[in-house]
């Protein structure tokens, strides 16, 4: 039984313009001690699914699915109380702004010690000794004096170090973050990157990475889920998708990243024409074909949905073959 | 109320200075009333005088009263009244530090003399025929060792008088606390008070009090306006009496020019256009309602000296208003301010008649003693004004206030001071008569003042309370009782 | 010789802070000393972390606002002696956030047609001209000059901020972070769009980036700035290849190139960017400097040539 | 934070010095001050006596040196109408407006806030609906004719109340609703917004990711975030309220600071109404001084710096 | 052109293609507008308002100064005493009510909008200033906003008014000179913000003068914020002026202005409750009318917070 079973997840919010379908019948499955990186450009999706794992959703936001099943619990069938008793608990969550993801009226102990204590039934000292505990986890000095700390005397590494600890806290089987490191220095992105991969080995947790770096995705996941316009266009294990991209997205995106020693200094960059479509209204056929190349009219219809190998596949009708570039 | 022997009485206005000679307010009258004693008592119903402080008095000649005091009184903090405490107080009156507000109430005083411990003389500056009934209204006694002690400031906040109340509380802005003077000498021509305390409330709003009354918060106010009267006789437990005063309301015009050299107000026509514009009989019968009268000479008629007989007489008459303007030089009109301090709509209603022959007042509605400021600095071009004459029933008392060149003259003309100041003095009351009615013609047929009408005064009050109105609006609280 | 476009001499910022509410202003040294040298033609790149002071030196060229200390010379005119005016013909900005760099309330045709109307160029007819002729250069449909910023993409609008920027045909263009707030695919739409643009306008870039992979590929030089100081200037193959600084190492160790074979980089440096109010003594980079020694942390190293530029650091050459 | 006080009390110290320039001018256009306090039939020689006795023919800068160095002293002069002292005069005041304002801003606060925080956790219900068109509603009410027709209802018609007046808390019962009235929109408005605000942080959502329970978020997390602008607006309403209170005295006939400014204004004694003016003026500096420092303690940002 | 321009631009052009053109702001903002109740309600009730006040006389053809006395108070048209002469009755002096409303509310109009144009040009002004120039100037317009703010704006009017005359000039210029601070809050803040957004160093940076700057960078941007200062200042001054005549030192009769109606109806309110129950559901419609107007132009102008 995966630890997380995804079943056409679809999210719909209603605004003035008219509906938004952000997210649409997004299907994965995640085990533990797996990282499944979630890329893809800004607005296609990624934080809502992620949100909507947890039921953290804007209240507007309207939630479907065939089924979603976390350890075999129908997250869907799931009420309120019985959600805040997972989160928190057996699944957190790391967002993606440090500055401003702590409560500035409390200190880093306070708000460290509270999330053990709202699941467990233990002492101030045992939460507070457990926050030392996981300080020093994610690589903070002297720990034992941060808990008297408001989070405006930390900087954004040291906040992002301490939202992980905060997550881990009831030794999750699940942590999803949320572009955990877009906020932060390159050089603290690393560490931060590295830290996250150690803990979930060490734990045996699935982590779930959002990101919108395909380096960082190349690098830390197993298995990767490429986004457009709220649909999953390809999915597979990270050697597979990166050394087979099929999709004409997943292509296009890698050609348009300058790197070192493939691409040549002042050759111009693979770009993929056009942009993201409005989401607002039905859409059907593939999100993409506007800006692909390949595009036909068979496009216009509904997706296949293309297996392209163990447990890699894509949502395209072109053949892989063809598309390869 | 009644079931604390409390009577709480209401009224619009503050005097700034309890002291009686320092302050021009009716309510201030009132007060002097219940807690000083005057030399003379007025009977109000038969109008003859009657001793009061004084138990006695004498004209030794035209000039000189002779006056016998009463033994035994005590001020209300057990001091004895001797004729010390008369001669202090006549003679610090008459001194320009005293800053006497109403300076026609003394002025025709030259000075007074102890002759014994219980005899004075007062001298006056010349034959005033009025003598008794100034001395019977606007001239309480002080005590002048008191006086002398604390001054007019530390007297201003515990004053003390002879009277049937003594003041226990002056508070500014919220009024006044009195309760029974237990000494207070027999055989007083007031009586003897029945109601244990007094209380003077401020209330500057007429629907405050109104309101105040209805909720049972107040026992008696007045002046209340005819449509309220005429409602509040409905409400039960409430008791609604109207009766005619000495106050007369009248406009004032700036016939000196001391506003401006040109203003329109120092033409006669002009003045005279107004007195045409306006329907005094339709105020009377709309606005003011029972009781008033409409009054065509610069006195309250029924005074002694006063009459409007073959006095020039301003009838409604808008087109010849119209006409008069025109002539003048205002065709179209002028524009010009109103000043007022009381009843409001009588004002604007003056406004409303003014519009109707072209001209455009605007109203300044100011609180009393602003407008005084604002008249005797020569600001105001035309006022409604009204005059009580302190109660003294008497013409001088209206005329020598509004036409002896005084600061509150605005017409300042020394043909009508030099014949009133004849008549003030003058014995023979046919000759007197003829000299008021010479001068009240003169200031009629040059329009220097425009009476309007008589006020009545409407007190409304729980029915709890036994009380009668006098004409010369001075409600005598020291006669009430509870029922 | 020609004389360089660009010549910056020991150029200091040093902004007063106020500390919270509580203590006096605070001496923030922004840029200390940089000196640095673009010739014409090239694309000069500046790469560093945040708050190391690249946008503070980008303003300080675009006369935003004057240094402190130090001299910036434009083909060797000191720009302090050179009307204000006549800086902005010749140097350009491009902004990072395409969001905030256009006046939501005007029209890409006004937009556009700015520099001309502040500088009084033309009329209203010719500059209408001259802005159809930027938008078919930076590729935008010309049906699109009376949009609005808001009904535009990210890429649209940095596409507008380039045109805007370019309508006085300048010499230089000042790039701070022109993509780094766009996706990737537009990313690589702006940077093919710039290099065609630097060939037809034969412009000059200063290229401010925090991407070195970015950098890398369109750089001729790179200076690589550490807490308001140049740490290390080479050209390209030489930085890319052998950098001579730790700073300089780390950095392009954090370059994660989507291979998934390579994992993450092994060596890792530690800490976080200093307090630029309090920087630490000596070489500013030693507290997280692997190689750093007790001569790092008392003395401040001085530049020392290296193969095709120079660095700043002890161990260097 | 001794230095921020210092700096904070010296801004402060300085606006105050200001309004004392703008009253001291107030009273000095008001016109020749000698002839106001001689009285009106004092002759020229006693004006001028008078003018040298109190330094009236003095410049003005030395004038005004006199006047603060007795407003610092709390000595106001004489009062032109009643002839004495000012200080006395207002000191016997200031408890009334004080205490009608105090309750005021209770009432107002007591009512507001909770109310702002609920229409925020259920924004968009007819709740929240209903709350803020009350708020359009409630401003949109002179505080004047709100006055009368709480006297009309609660005093005349259901004789639950007194009138007017100020001698025993009940009378202060209307006056404080029609005074706190005006404030409460406002404070609702911020509560609520505050609180939308918050409950849209990010801090919000992480405590959410903890699961916590949403009592916990609303009254842990968030209404304590949301409650610190509320404490700046209360100490600006509280002076407001003060000011305002003339309307609500006169309407009232309550013997406070407001209705001693409104008679002393129409009666020209304009000695008192500068004491006024200063004397809000001064406690709406001291108000918002005291708002800052709590301000500054509430919020850990500021506190811990 | 080189080719790889060309073809970008084409694939723009294709994207751009892909997106529905958005509608034009103004059309945006209307759009907007139709859907928010309360700024159409408050819309609505201004609108007539600002109709019946201002065509006054097609709407009355009594004269509001007009007095009859020997017609005073007649109850309005619900009460059975009630004539259609004067459907709303007459004051106390016999002039009609409604005419006098009418008349009412172009004062009450006319002061709002006096005072905000006289009061918003300050204040804007003095926050523009603050707001982009900082340092000094900012601290001493600040200074001057903290000092504005310190004196009781009832009673420095009422004071004012006192000193100079009161007369309806008087009112506007007390006022205008009163309320401008949240004008300049509002503008201060906002500028600030605006100045440091990149599009104003761009403008510096393209070498536009500081005016222009001011005038076409900044300004444009925070007229919608200030409209609705504008809106919500005008409710406020009406009422100040409303508070300022009940108290005897606002608008003189016999001009009808509302608040002097209150006042002078005050009197008869116990038993002809009506005399100010008019003027004050007038005065309260109006208020609550601008009120609406501009809390809907808050919400209606406040932009997308996702785009
Ligand atoms: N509260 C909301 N109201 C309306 N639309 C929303 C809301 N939250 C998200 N959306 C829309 O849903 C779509 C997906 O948003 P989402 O935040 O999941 O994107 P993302 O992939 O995380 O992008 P980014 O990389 O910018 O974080 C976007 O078009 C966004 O505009
Ligand atoms: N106007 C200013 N006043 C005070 N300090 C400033 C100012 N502008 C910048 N700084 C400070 O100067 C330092 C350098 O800032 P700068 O914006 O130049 O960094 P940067 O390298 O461009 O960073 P980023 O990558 O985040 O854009 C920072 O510490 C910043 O806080
Ligand atoms: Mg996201
Ligand atoms: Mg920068």
Known sequence: MPLLDVDHLTIEIPTEAGQLNAVNGVSFTLERGETLAIVGESGSGKSLTSLALMDLLPSRAVRKARSMRFDGIDLMAAGQRKMEDLRGDRMAMIFQEPMTSLNPAYTVGDQLAEALRRHRPVSRAVARERAVHLLERVGITAAASRLGQYPHQLSGGLRQRVMIAMGLMCEPDLIIADEPTTALDVTIQAQILMLLRDIQREFGMGLILVTHDLGVVARVATKVAVMYAGRLVETGPVEAVFGAPSHPYTQGLLRAIPVPGRTRPGEPLGTIPGQVPNLIGPLAGCAFRNRCDHATDACAADLPERDLGPGHRMACVLDPVATAA | NKANDTLVYAS???????????????????????????????????????????????????????????????????????????????????????????????????????????????????????????????????????????????????????????????????????????????????????????????????????????????????????????????????????????????????????????????????????????????????????????????????????????????????????????????????????????????????????????IRANLRFLKYAAMREAARAGKVPLQYQTWGSFSVNDASAFTGVWFKENEDDMSRDPKVRALLEKADTTTDTAARKDLYKEALSTIAQKAYLLPLFSYPSNYAFTSDLAFTAQPDELPRFYAARWK | MTVPVLELENVTKIYPVPQGMFKPKAMLTAVGGVSLTVARGEVHALVGESGSGKSTLAKMLLGLTKPTSGEIRIDGVPIAKTDRREVARRIQPVFQDPYSSLNPRKSVADLIALPLVAHRIGTSESRQKTVAEMLDAVGLPRRMIDAYPGQMSGGQRQRVAIARALVMRPDVLICDEPTSALDVSVQAQILNLLMDLKREFKLTYFFISHNLAVVEHLADRVAVMYLGRIVEERGREALFTQASHPYSRALLDCVLTPDPTLGMPDTVISGSFPNPIAPPPGCAFHPRCPCANERCRIEVPRPVPVADGVASCFSAA | ???????????????????????????????????????????????????????????????????????????????????????????????????????????????????????????????????????????????????????????????????????????????????????????????????LDVMASDYIRTARAKGLRPKTVIFKHALRNAVVPVVALAAVQFGFMLGGSIVVEAVFSMQGLGQLAWEAIGRKDFPVVQAIVMLLATIYILLTLLADILNAWLDPRIRVA | MSTTSASSATATAAGFDAVPVRRSPLARFTKRAARHPGFMAGAFILAVILVMSIGAPLFTAHDPYAQDISKRLIPPIWHPKGTWEHWLGTDKLGRDYFARLLYGGRISLMIGAATVLMSGAIGTALGVAAGFFGGRVDMVIGYIINVRLALPVVLVALAVAALVGTSLNTVIVVLGLLLWDRFAVVARSTTQQIAHADFVAAARAIGCSTRLIVFSEVLPNIVNPLIVVATLEMAHAILLEAALSFLGLGVQPPLPSWGLMISEGKQYMFFSPWVITIPGVALVALVLGINLLGDGLRDVTAPDNRS
């Not at chain 2, 909720?215 to 309220?228: A, E, F, Y």
């Not at chain 4, 007795?70 to 109408?81: E, L, N």
């Open chain 2, 12 to 358: 619009d206005s503050e005097p700034e200075n309890i002291s009686p000679y320092h302050n021009n307010l009716r309510e201030g009258v009132i007060i002097a009333h219940l807690v000083w004693d005057t030399l003379i008592y007025r009977n109000p119903k038969t109008g003859e005088y009657e001793p009061e402080l004084a138990t006695s008095w004498k004209w030794i000649d035209p000039v000189t009263l002779e006056l016998k005091l009463r033994q035994g009184v005590t001020f209300q903090d057990g001091s004895p009244f001797t004729a010390d405490d008369v001669v202090f107080t006549f003679n610090y009156v008459l001194t320009p530090e005293a800053k006497v507000v109403t300076k026609q109430n003394v002025e025709w005083m030259a000075g007074t003399d102890k002759i014994d411990d219980y005899t004075v003389r007062v001298r006056l500056k010349g034959p005033f025929p009025a003598a008794l009934e100034y001395l019977s209204g606007p001239t309480p006694i002080y005590p002048a060792a008191y006086f002398k002690k604390v001054g007019l400031d530390g007297f201003s906040k515990a004053p003390i008088g002879t009277g049937p109340y003594r003041i226990t509380a002056v508070e500014n802005g919220k009024g006044v606390m009195m309760e029974k003077y237990k000494g207070y000498f027999k055989g007083s021509p007031l009586g003897d008070p029945a109601i244990g305390k007094i209380q003077f409330r401020v209330i500057p709003d007429g629907e405050t009090r109104m309101a105040e009354l209805m909720t049972g918060g107040v026992d008696w106010i007045w002046r209340v306006p005819k449509d309220q009267a005429e409602q509040l006789k409905t409400v039960p437990n409430l008791t609604v009496l109207s009766a005619e005063t000495m106050r007369v309301g009248f406009l004032q015009f700036d016939s000196a020019g001391r506003t401006a050299a040109d203003t329109p107000m120092k033409n006669e026509k002009v003045r005279q256009a107004i007195a045409y514009a306006i329907d005094r009989q339709a105020m009377v019968k709309n606005l003011v309602g029972e009781g008033a009268r409409v009054m065509h000479s610069a006195c309250f008629i029924d005074q002694t000296g006063c009459t409007d007989d073959g006095v020039p007489r301003y009838d409604y008459n808008p087109e010849k208003a119209k006409k008069l303007l025109a002539e003048a030089g205002y065709p179209n009109g002028f524009e010009t301010d109103l000043y007022a301090y009381r009843e409001r709509e009588y004002a604007e209603a003056v406004i409303g008649y003014l519009r109707a022959v072209g």
């Open chain 4, 1 to 195: 934070m001794l230095a921020f006080l210092l700096r904070r009390l010296a801004v402060a110290l300085s606006v105050v010095l200001t309004v004392s320039v703008i009253a001291f001018l107030l009273l000095h256009l008001s016109g020749d001050l000698a002839t106001d306090l001689a009285g009106p039939e004092a002759s020229p020689e006693q004006v001028a006596q008078v003018r040298a006795e109190y330094g009236l023919d003095q410049p003005l800068a030395v004038q005004y040196g006199h006047w603060l160095a007795g407003a610092i002293r709390f000595d106001f002069g004489q009062s032109f109408y009643f002839r004495e002292s000012v200080a006395s005069l207002v000191g016997d005041r200031i408890p009334i407006t004080l205490k009608l304002g105090a309750i005021a801003l209770g009432l107002a606060l007591v009512f507001a806030i909770p109310l702002g925080a609920l229409a925020a956790v259920k924004r968009g219900s007819w709740f929240d609906r209903a709350a803020l068109a009350f708020c359009a509603l409630g401003q949109a009410v002179p505080t004047f004719w709100l006055g009368l027709t709480l006297i009309i209802v609660f005093s005349v018609n259901l004789r639950w109340l007194p009138v007017s007046g100020n001698a025993t808390w009940s009378h202060y019962v209307l006056p404080s609703v029609a005074l706190g009235w005006y404030a409460i929109p406002a404070v609702m408005r911020l509560t609520r917004n505050g609180m």
